[in-house]
């Protein structure tokens, strides 16, 4: 312990060497780093959760999730389908370049190319017209239930300096390519980036030109990505941080009763499943040849009986999550603890209807994990594998860091893999449409990895995305969970709770999607 509390001391120091010492420093650390810099390439909350400070969309939440003006300070339908916003007017970006139409413009176009998986906030707008500099209409395919809080993440980028920096296109991450953009940031945010060091650090210091104030004192922000539980949370008691926003669950009791620290409880708006290849008409990884065991509703029941999800809870998760059922946690529009009963483990079943698809003696197949992005998340995969054992599938388990394993399944090199789906807009047609809508070119199963498709589902998701009448459109939404749930598409596992710990001096706001804003912090 002596050992990991001077490594963490030392890296700490490091990463404070470009601070001035008269600062007010937000020490924040987590266990896993941004994958870019690009703010359009990649639908990562860590990544999102950092680009937040630096770029800035027409809209932004406020400290309880309502929606408030931000590079737009007001807008008004000319019609159900236009969408008129008037824009903040003297802004520059950290440049010094003014902000205009033409840069939202601009960013529309970027954020809509496909190689991105970001086009989801964006997702029902057909065109940007420029109407003057400091006007712009937004032209929708049909009334739009969720445009503003979908706005919120779509970040303004400088359309010159863009140009300037040959960045127009968006990074293609999963092919590995490497853009100015993806490596530099230019917003108009409350935060300039000053340095980030993959893995090491990122160093960022307040805008003295934004147009807006802060509602705490911190002048800078020192993010650092620890994947070790042991050295982050001893970084924390020794006060080399001053904040932990995802807590190794076996240390909360012990760091509540900590007189130097607090904890802050919430629960994430973040479902983590287990996603399954439904479109290879061969598993890649499997000795099954010929067919694909996904595609059978049977074998996708049978892995949702063998998980004991009571099981992950109490012994992997120490009492931290939530048993799930659908694909959507508490707090998010459209969830139901109706819906949401977990099935209860129950193997021998799950075994009868293995030999009712014709594997009686089980088979083999990949399953992908990340090991250093969610709560437990090697482990609840090490879970996994055993129950998955115990009805006679032969489970190898790949375990990588976030950024090597997210390029290989959007690249479709897989079997299984684990996935966890933050409702960013709190309404669950996000995930729908992300998650389980037909892949397509556009926003459209963004993240449908499986690549499963159901054309009754997606008629009701897409109606649900244009339908104004509040009760109807609920009735679409829950009709939607629950074919997902019935036709076992997926394997929800639990809806994260995440609890934040910090020093009795540091002062934020908890936010259930996991994004802590500097903005609003207060050292002492």
């Known amino acids: 312990m002596r050992l990991n509390r001077i490594l963490a001391a030392a890296a700490a120091a490091v990463a404070l060497l470009s601070v001035p010492a008269q600062a007010v420093t937000l020490k924040w650390a987590a266990q896993n780093d941004v994958i870019t810099l690009d703010p359009h390439s990649q639908n990562h909350a860590t990544t999102n959760g950092i680009m937040q400070h630096v770029y800035e969309g027409l809209v932004r939440y406020d400290k309880k999730f309502g929606v408030e003006p931000a590079l737009a300070t007001s807008w008004q339908a000319v019609t159900p389908t236009q969408i008129r916003f008037n824009l903040r007017k ?23 190319q496909p190689q991105g998986t970001m086009q989801i906030y964006v997702s029902g707008v057909k065109e940007v017209k420029k109407v003057d500099d400091t006007t712009v209409d937004l032209i929708l395919s049909g009334p739009n239930p969720v445009l503003l809080k979908n706005l919120v993440d779509f970040r303004i980028m400088s359309k010159t300096w863009s140009a300037r ?21 230019n917003g108009t945010g409350p935060y300039v980036l000053d340095l980030w060091e993959p893995d090491k650090r990122i160093l960022m210091h307040s805008n003295t030109a934004w147009w807006g104030k802060l509602d705490g004192n911190a002048t800078h922000v020192v993010y650092t990505p620890i994947k070790s539980d042991t050295t982050r949370v001893a ?23 900590d007189p130097k ?15 399954l290849d439904q479109f290879s008409d061969q598993l890649k990884y499997s000795n099954v040849k010929g067919k694909n065991p996904f595609k059978d509703l049977r074998v996708r029941k049978a892995l949702n009986l063998a998980v004991d999800r009571e099981a992950i809870k109490r012994v992997t998760m120490r009492g931290l999550s939530v048993p799930a059922s659908i694909m959507v946690a508490p707090g998010v529009h459209g969830y139901s603890t109706e819906l949401d009963k977990p099935i209860k483990a129950d193997p021998e079943a799950a075994k009868k209807l293995l030999a009712e698809a014709g594997y009686p003696n089980g088979f083999e197949f990949q399953l992908d994990c990340p090991n250093n992005r969610y709560v437990n998340d090697e482990r609840i995969c ?23 394993f997210i390029a290989k399944i959007q690249n479709f090199d897989h079997d299984a893999y684990m996935l966890g789906w933050g409702v960013a807009n ?18 459209g199963g963004s993240f449908n990895l499986g690549r499963m498709s159901d054309p009754a589902l997606d008629k009701l998701i897409q109606s649900a995305n244009t339908e104004s009448d509040v009760k109807k459109r609920d009735e679409m939404l829950k009709e939607a969970l629950t074919i997902t749930r019935d036709q076992y598409y997926y394997v929800p596992l639990h809806h994260q709770m995440r609890p934040w710990a ?23």
């Not at 520059?92 to 960013?107: I, R």
């Not at 296109?169 to 940031?185: G, H, I, L, M």
């Not at 924390?236 to 012990?254: E, H, N, S």
């Not at 020093?503 to 050292?523: C, L, M, N, Q």
């Open 165 to 185: 920096n040959k960045s127009e296109n968006v990074q293609d991450y999963k092919a590995k390519e490497d853009t100015f953009a993806s490596r530099n940031t």
């Open 502 to 524: 910090m020093k009795k001096g540091v002062t934020t706001v908890y936010k259930s999607d996991d994004r802590p804003e500097a903005r609003f912090a207060e050292i002492k």
């Open 90 to 112: 003297n802004v520059k970006f950290h440049d010094g370049s003014p902000f205009t139409a033409d840069d939202v413009v601009f960013s529309y176009g970027r954020i809509m």
């Open 382 to 404: 090490q879970a996994l594998v055993s129950m998955w054992a115990k009805i006679g599938l032969k489970v190898k388990l790949l375990a990588q860091s976030m950024p090597i």
């Open 426 to 443: 709190f309404d669950a047609n996000y995930s729908l449409f992300s998650l389980v809508h037909t892949k397509t070119s556009g926003a």
């Open 261 to 275: 620290l607090k904890v802050l409880d919430g629960s994430e708006v973040r479902t983590i499943f287990i996603g």
């Open 235 to 257: 970084a924390l008691i020794a006060g080399d941080v001053d904040l932990v926003t995802d807590l190794p669950v076996q240390d909360v009791d012990r760091l509540r009763k």
